[in-house]
């Protein structure tokens, strides 16, 4: 969306003036503007001729942003051409520039366009610059040292572009520095400590190197600091815990170590978001009976170590909305006081080795993703988990899970993923199945003991996109309504089950599949020729089948076995860009 604002101070002289349009505003009124502002730039422009002014629309929708021509202005005070396609080179002050341009400018925003090259050091004349927003183009190069100098700068944000080089030292007067998804690769200097007056610290998503400094401590009014994604080591200082003013802490997905203790939250009393995960090396040790001063939103500690069986303390947060604990060494049975836990959304215990029936899980009804796979969990499928009607994602795989579906299943309206493979479960598949969900995009009960022909029902699931029953002990016909109603199909996998009969041909209508495996059956018959027709394995993507395939085959060439009665095996190749894997034997053509 385009956007655009303008703001003369004193207005060529006489008043304050200012103007701004978006892409749906109306273009005279775009014209009006422009011809106040090309008049008070200098520009002599009769009442009823607007192509100068159209030449300058065109500059601003995306030719050259040096035409904006911030160097000859005076009266010039906010000007912001976000999201409106500029490209080209940034331009730094040229010799023809006038000198109160750089007393005039306040405000400069340029973000979401296409602007590329270095930044102008020239930028750091401007020295009544409060801010500055570059974020999301594709500048490159260093972060000019002269930004560093501009005394009354307040807010800096250049994320989202391609830049490198080492941080330079700022003067004390910024209260935002947004400098995440670059390519800095330097350690955080200890003169941020300097910046007494900074609320927020974004540096997420760079290659930062070296030790969280022991100097972010003495940033009182520090409310957000963010570090996650970049390659810091060290400890986490303890003086991180006097921030009183911080509410968002994250500094997942590096390569921190030592321990965490009750000291590093001492006065983290607004604290709302904790993420330490990621930090293979991190511990997490505080005593059973802490109470911390916080009261969280989100908890996020997996794939770091934990000292306790379940931490305790979790129960004193009665704000929960999202508690993520996977691969974090937690073990035994769920606790009691789980279940009373009060509003949790998510919850995320997967890859632990947590053990018992699945009983104490949080009765709130927002909880809408469901994360306990890769676990030692036995038993039934508890019927209580059909009361969390708000289930949009319940992953149950990897367990010792035994038992039939439970009918209460088609209680969960909003479910868009199942993932039930890898336990013990068994029976057949219930007729009710196809009133599961209308949503339910991803069905995964491969890896089992199912019995049974496929009931028509699961034709009703008109949005399912990945289909895996694997691995089971099904029979009777690949049924011919797979390719007529599940036309959403990417992944369709049936191996290694007593299919019989004829591969159908309505298989073909899956234009959409990437993933067909119905290896190792008793097909007969001949392979459909229609399958070479099967586009979505030719145009797919490899994100795609790793996103959709438990088999991790990325092959390009599938093999369809054909074993005759004499036991010789004829291969026939076909060659596709995606996966396609068919076996058959026989005792005679069908």
Request: aromatic share 8%; charged share 20%; with cysteine.
């Amino acid at each position: 969306m385009l956007g655009i604002w303008v703001e003369l101070e004193g207005g060529c002289g006489l008043r304050p003036a200012s103007c701004c349009w978006t892409e749906a505003n109306f273009s005279a009124e775009r014209k009006n503007c422009l011809m106040m502002m090309m008049t008070c730039w200098g520009f002599t422009i009769a009442e009823d001729d607007y192509s100068d002014v159209e030449e300058l629309i065109d500059h601003f929708e995306g030719e050259m942003i040096d035409h904006i021509g911030i160097w000859r202005q005076c009266n010039l005070k906010v000007l912001i051409v976000s999201n409106s396609y500029l490209d080209g080179e940034m331009i730094g002050r040229s010799t023809n520039a006038s000198i109160c341009s750089q007393y005039a400018l306040e405000v400069l925003d340029l973000s979401g366009n296409e602007l590329s090259g270095s930044i102008p050091k020239s930028l750091g004349r401007l020295t009544r610059l409060r801010e500055l927003h570059l974020a999301s183009n594709t500048l490159k190069g260093p972060i000019p040292k002269s930004l560093g100098r501009l005394r009354f700068l307040d807010i800096l944000d250049l994320s989202f572009n391609q830049i490198d080089g080492p941080i330079p030292t700022f003067l004390g007067q910024l209260t935002e520095l947004h400098l995440s998804y670059n390519h800095l690769n330097c350690s955080i200097p200890e003169s941020f400590g300097s910046l007494v007056s900074l609320k927020h610290l974004n540096l997420e998503f760079n290659e930062l190197t070296g030790p969280i400094p022991t100097s972010l401590g003495r940033l009182a009014t520090l409310k957000t600091l963010s570090l996650s994604s970049n390659l810091l080591n060290g400890t986490i200082p303890p003086p991180i815990g006097q921030l009183t003013k911080l509410d968002f802490l994250d500094v997942s997905n590096n390569s921190l170590e030592g321990v965490v203790f009750e000291a590093h939250f001492s006065n983290l009393s607004m604290l709302k978001y904790l993420d330490l995960s990621s930090n293979m090396n991190l511990t997490f040790n505080v005593s059973r009976d802490w109470i911390p001063p916080f009261q969280l939103r989100t908890i996020r500690l997996g794939s770091c170590n934990n000292s306790d069986d379940f931490p305790t303390w979790f129960q004193t947060q009665k704000k929960l909305d999202e508690l993520v604990l996977s691969n974090a060494s937690i073990f035994g049975p769920l606790p009691a006081w789980l279940r009373h836990m009060p509003i949790i959304s998510v919850l995320d215990l997967s890859h632990n080795k947590l053990t018992g029936p699945l009983k104490n899980l949080p009765f709130g009804d927002p909880l809408n993703r469901l994360y306990l796979q890769n676990n030692l969990f036995n038993g039934l499928i508890p019927r209580s988990l059909c009361t969390r009607t708000g289930l949009e994602i319940l992953d149950l795989s990897k367990n010792r899970l035994t038992g039939k579906l439970p009918n209460c299943l088609m209680n969960l309206q909003n479910l868009g993923m199942m993932i039930f493979s890898s336990n013990g479960l068994s029976g057949v598949i219930p007729s009710f199945s196809g009133q599961v969900s209308p949503v339910l995009s991803w069905l995964n009960l491969n890896n089992n003991n199912f019995t049974g022909e496929l009931p028509q029902d699961l034709g009703k699931l008109h949005a399912l996109r990945v289909l895996d029953l694997g691995d089971n002990k099904f029979f009777g016909k690949i049924p011919e309504w797979i390719g007529e109603k599940l036309t959403s199909l990417m992944v369709l996998r049936l191996h290694k089950n007593n299919f019989s009969g004829r591969i159908p041909q309505s298989l073909c209508k899956n234009s959409y599949l990437q993933i067909l495996d119905i290896a190792h059956n008793n097909l007969t018959g001949q392979i459909p020729h229609c399958f070479g027709e099967l586009h979505g394995m030719v145009e797919a993507s490899k994100e795609d089948i790793r996103n959709g395939s438990n088999s991790g085959s990325d092959e390009n060439v599938s093999q369809m076995k054909n074993n005759a009665t004499d036991k010789e095996a004829n291969t026939f190749t076909i060659t596709m860009q995606r996966y396609l894997r068919v076996s058959r034997a026989y005792g005679r053509e069908a």
